[in-house]
Structure formats: structure tokens, C-alpha cells
């Protein structure tokens, strides 16, 4: 099964910029036919879905907090897939995942079945 590998995280001031990227070992044939999505937790609080975009990379859909902040675009040619996060506030401060699906591109976690171990953000005042 193919892994997944996010990197990118770090300490940022409110109001700063971070970008995520999530790498596959995937062959390049599998990753461009898989949706991606980045998921997140904060501390004492459920997973939650962030952004995800689909195979093609034509489309993504965001969650309503980080709509016109958060950008996700994706290289096949490099399997990986990045969020481009600006005007970070502290309520961003989370575990931040990413997930991989051969099925149709969802918010719902369960429909993922490639995870990644996570990359922590956290934003300070």
C-alpha cells in the first residue's frame, strides 16, 4: 500500500503563512487517479475535514473557516499534493493529515483510506 508523507508544519505567528505538502510513494499511474484531502485536529477536539481536491486536480472545495486562506493545488509529476495556508490565525493550531482515495474525492473521513502520520501546526498570538 502506498504511504503518504506531509511535511511543511511549524510554529508561525497569527497571521503568517505555512505550506503544507503531502508526498506518495505511490506510482505515478495510481496518484494521478487518486482524490486527496487534508484533515485536522486540534487538541481535545475530533478530526475534521480542511480541503480536499479531486484526481484531476480541477477542482477543490475547502471548509467554510479557511476559504480564501487555505489553497490546494496539486503535481503529479511529483505525487504530491501541497496547502498553501496564509493569514494563519490560532485557531488553525492543529494535527494536520492528509488522505488519499481511489473513489470519488468526499469530506468524509471515512472514505479515505490512505493516511498520513500528520504534521502539527501551531499559531501563536
Known amino acids: 500500500q502506498a504511504q503518504l508523507e506531509e511535511s511543511g508544519g511549524g510554529l508561525v505567528e497569527a497571521g503568517g503563512a505555512l505550506t503544507l505538502s503531502c508526498r506518495s510513494s505511490?506510482?505515478?499511474?495510481?496518484?494521478?487517479?487518486?482524490?486527496v484531502a487534508w484533515f485536522r485536529q486540534a487538541p481535545g477536539k475530533e478530526r475534521e475535514f480542511v480541503a480536499r481536491i479531486t484526481a484531476s486536480g480541477d477542482n477543490s472545495f475547502y471548509k467554510d473557516s479557511v476559504k480564501e486562506r487555505f489553497l490546494m493545488y496539486r503535481k503529479n509529476a511529483e505525487k504530491t499534493v501541497y496547502m498553501h495556508m496564509i493569514n494563519l490565525r490560532p485557531d488553525d493550531t492543529a494535527v494536520y493529515y492528509c488522505?488519499?482515495?481511489?473513489?470519488?474525492?468526499?469530506?468524509?473521513?471515512?472514505?479515505?483510506?490512505?493516511w498520513g502520520q500528520g504534521t502539527q501546526v501551531t499559531v501563536f498570538e
Open positions: 505511490a506510482s505515478y499511474h495510481t496518484f494521478r487517479d487518486t482524490a
Open positions: 488522505a488519499t482515495t481511489t473513489g470519488r474525492s468526499t469530506g468524509v473521513e471515512g472514505d479515505y483510506d490512505v
